[in-house]
């Protein structure tokens, strides 16, 4: 029971961190049709990136976070702009842009490794004091990252649908035709859409590094398959889904992890993609329209 | 006030490029207005790669008019339509509005300059509520403008207002409909271009739609060009119509006029050949 | 997990130090010992990317595991060729310990890849979007690599199995890697004449109609799960055998051998040297491969880290691969279709042998506003030359034609037993609480064209979907030819002689005019896996009468001269007469026309007319949805108006024409 408890706990925390990136993803997919692989290498970017300054530079952990995550949101901005967008309008097939992305997040990680040495890194962030919540037991810094993903998610809800730019996000993503046609300029919400998702995924990253004791250049691409499995599990598309994916994904991959073993983390993961997707394409929050239109092709 | 001073006044009036439109007035129909909108094409020519669907129109709507479109299938009602807002490849000919060029225009820029879209089929964001589609009709309006503007577009459709709440996509086919037109009324268009809003309608429905939207909002002062495929009902209240066929206007006369031809089942039943041939005549 | 990307060390020693898995008792010298390495190499890599070209560039199926079948191949080999213990007292575990002839297990490990190549092709993966697939095919790669790398009990997990027998031990030491480099390129050679053989003839135009069109490929009788089936297996097979030769040649195999970078560099050989083209496989595989992954390995270190020529090999390859994607997609030697000599009328001349304008008699023709020069400009700019009109003798001498190109099962089944070629009792399909088709029926006799006619949305191309088997009806039956379809699978319908077009015209834009004719042959030996690898010999001259028939096709439609054209580059009017002729190709005893004549300028819509009056002379029956009500009135002797989804009336459509009742269906809609 106690084991229980405890892993559900992890679980959750590491479940809120998937659900961030995840969230960051299934937006990028949205507003744009495509399924950015090179993801997970924008997630080892940041992880790196927020090494330097953590490390080297000697900033604490928070503004590290805000820094990396505006770098991490203009690459992605570009990236879209520069790459997956002008390829898809240039009539390049679905595989074609995957295939893309793919060997975007290849070639990035390598840069990164090039650059940065294949040795493995550890953020020099104390792990913070633990805490016993019942039988839950959680270091201060998993609490933290708990309470911040869950604020974040409450801001982008509130981006949303409380702010223009989200409404106009959202319709963007739903009808484009209607969305010209209340005068949205679809081509700069989507930068802005891909601006924010990067951000996401900037602050993911940095907080993914700090919390794991040591990572690589590795490290997004693991990830990524959680991320992935996350947005499938809740639609893609739907950024709530998204962030019930997360948690989702989370506990059942530590359960896994506590009652058969480690290895099968990813596997877990992975199940819960392609069962999804065999069975269930749509999704938690998918209506039946947008799953038919996107995975029927 | 002379026509040149109207137009200067209207373009002033409707600066485009600006997000935030400063129009005075609240309401969102053309009431209380004196001048008049007048939407035009001149020998337009569009189609989708190296054919050409829409083969050199000219047609007209004003301010005040419901203009009708239509036609057999495939004569390119829906193209011409596409073709004004630019959404389809225009290859030749100009379209015009109060004088002012808007060919090829995109579609966020004619929203702005206060040319309004219900499109075909999916014309809603069936993922969002009511309320929220208008307020995205709205898109463009500081805030007080915004909410006063969603107040007018409830009084021209009151049974909209007890579904605000409602998710779109719940709702049914007229309902939906009635959204759609809502929200393009948000932004008090000059111009209201619909394409088919009564396909998949029933016949009582179709009524009601083309009567309690299309209609009311021409006799409310808006210009509206609706292209429909139910001829007979759309023309039984059209002031204007054109008969399309193959892509060219094969009859240009009143609605009534349109209606009470003998020779219109020939046109829907493939007779417009006569018909063509002799407004080609004509010209 | 599998390591980080950078320790890329695929047992490819990159410095010159004797490896303990490459026993050697008399050293080569160094160049022997690379050069034979990067042979070995590049010949295994090249049977691998004609097996993932076989299968993507192709057939289309985004094979992003391609290498976890060939790691299958390399550790089937291993596990059977290994004995239970090492020969120097190693503790290695495995899943079985057999010693097994080399040959043998060479031969399993290809039967073992292939068999479980076609069984990922039997999986629910194939109805997802095409970058769906590749995307949970690149994470099964990725999750393999790990869950082998992390469990010692599959296949002695990271580390992997070592001292894998050579199968060439029975060759001398010193000349065993050149012996090898040998028998590797015999290989390759047997390799590329068995891909050869799959891609060239009518299988691979077959395959590529896969590739352009499911649905089009479906439509002319191809079984896609079949053919897709057939490419995943063979695919799967040529992976196993490079596995197999690789870790014979190197004598171990391990995770890091295997991972989803391996994939993607083959992609990327394939994407670069040019899709589809086994030249361009050669080259792209040999430059990349070859001279750029291998041979940079070769190279000195940088600044003290000897992984960094690696990182920048990488990081050109993805550099390049995003760059061809963007300006040469098609890659460096692109796909080249065949072309064929067409006959004396290839310049567009010969007018006496086309189905002309103005008909001799008859109904009247349909009339255009346009005026004479636009007429011409457009029949023009459709391929279509102009004639001044033509006599009663001709047309009759072009229908007789056409009857004889095809039409030869509906001749013979003129004198069955039943009335009606067709008969449709009661179907009704909904969608999400809409009845798009409600209890409709209706019949088609044996050899009448019968129009079906309604405004928009009311049910007509669901009805034509469920009689073409592409949409399964909710209730209801069809009957063809005397036999109930009505569970029969879409492509089996139109082997049988059921044939649809589409309203938006579906062609294969890779294949030319002429090879889309050629792909809609019914029958064709060279289809089949045996007649493929038979070759030209064996179907060359069945190919010979398919050219005959769809060159007769091709000069009746007055399209001749652009037989060899890319379907894609067809204007919108030929490609409507592709279709045609393309159905027409099938022999079809009930042809299901879709709005044949939407956007098709007054001289091609007639050619589409005359044809179809030549059908019937012939026995052929015709289901015609038209919008185009005057040549429904010319040509249809029954009309069906269907109306919100189901039959309002049938008759002549010069009665229904004033029948208040359709006047009110189009006018209310």
Known sequence: ?297 | MSADGARAAARARHATGTRTVKMEQTSITRDAEGTTTRLTTEKLVAGYGDVSIVNGIDIEVASGKLVVVVGPNGAGKSTLLKAILGLVKITGGEVLLDGEQITRRPLEDLARAGVGYVPQGDAVFDSMRVRENLEMGGYLLEKRLRAERMEAALELFPDLRSKLKRYVGTMSGGERRMTAVARAMMLAPRVLLLDEPTAGLSATLTKAVLQGQARMLADRGTAVLLVEQKARAALELADWAYVMVHGRVAMSAPGRTVLDDPEMGEIFLGGGASLLDSAEASK | MAGPPSARTRQREPRPHPSPYVRTERPISPFAYYATIILVYIGTDLIAAWGLNLEFGVTGIPNLAFIVFVASGAYTYAVLTVGPTSQFGGAETYIIGGRVPAFVAIVAAVVVSGAFGALIGLTGLRRLRLDYQALTLLIISFVATGVVGANNSIFNGLDGLSLIPNPLEFVAESQRAWVYVGVVAVLCIVTLFLVRRLTDGPLGRALRAVRDDEDAATAIGKSVLGLRLLVQGIGGALAGLSGALLAGFIGGWSPSAWGYLETLALLTAIIIGGRGSNRGVVVGTVLLLGAFLQGVQYLPAIGGRPDLIFDFGWIIVGGLTIAFLFMRPQGIFPERRPRYAVGESDAGGGASRRFGLLRGSGTPNRTSALSADARTNEAASSGVAMDGGRDDEVVERDRVALAGVVATRARTEQAASYADILVVEAISRSYGGVRAVDSASFTVPKGSIVGLIGPNGAGKSTALGIISGFIRPDAGSVTFAGVDVTRLAAHRRARRGLVRTFQLTREFGKLTLLENLLVAAREHRGESLFGALAGRRYWGAEEELHLERARSLLELFGVTHQANKLAANLSGGQKRMLEMMRALMLDPQLLLLDEPMAGLSTAVADRVEDACIGLRESGVAVLLVEHELAAVERLCSNVVVMAQGNVLVEGEMANLRRSKLVQEAYFVG
């Open chain 1, 1 to 297: 029971m106690r084991l229980l408890i405890e892993t559900i706990g992890f679980g959750i925390f590491s479940g809120s961190l998937i659900s961030l990136g995840a969230v960051g993803f299934t937006v990028q997919f949205g507003i744009s049709n495509v399924l950015n692989v090179a993801y997970g290498a924008f997630i080892t970017l940041a992880a790196y990136l927020g090494y330097i300054f953590v490390n080297d530079a000697h900033f604490s952990l928070w503004p590290t976070i805000a820094v990396v995550a505006a770098i991490v949101g203009v690459l992605s901005a570009t990236f879209n702009r520069v790459l997956t967008r002008p390829l898809a309008r240039r009539g390049g097939s679905f595989v074609a842009v995957l295939v893309a992305t793919v060997w975007s997040g290849i070639t990035l990680q390598y840069i990164i490794v090039s650059i940065a040495s294949p040795s493995t890194f550890t953020y020099a962030v104390p792990n913070g004091t633990t805490v016993n919540i019942g039988y839950f037991v959680l270091t201060s810094t998993q609490l933290i990252v708990i309470g911040g993903a869950a604020a974040l998610m409450l801001l982008f809800h509130g981006l949303l649908t409380r702010t223009q730019l989200g409404q106009a996000m959202r319709a963007t993503a739903v009808n484009p035709v209607v969305a010209r046609s209340c005068g949205i300029r679809i081509d700069r919400v989507t930068d802005v859409a891909w601006l924010i998702s990067g951000m996401l995924c900037g602050a993911t990253g940095v907080v993914l590094a700090a919390t794991t004791s040591t990572f690589d250049a590795s490290l997004g691409t693991t990830f990524l398959i959680y991320m992935i499995a996350a947005a499938v599990l809740g639609g893609v598309g739907q950024p709530y889904g998204a962030m019930i994916g997360g948690l989702v994904v989370g506990v059942s991959t530590q359960l896994t992890g506590a009652y058969l073993s480690p290895a099968y983390e990813d596997v877990a993961a992975f199940v819960i993609l392609v069962l999804m997707l065999l069975a269930w394409p749509r999704g938690l929050f998918g209506s039946a329209a947008s799953a038919a239109k996107r995975l029927a092709g």
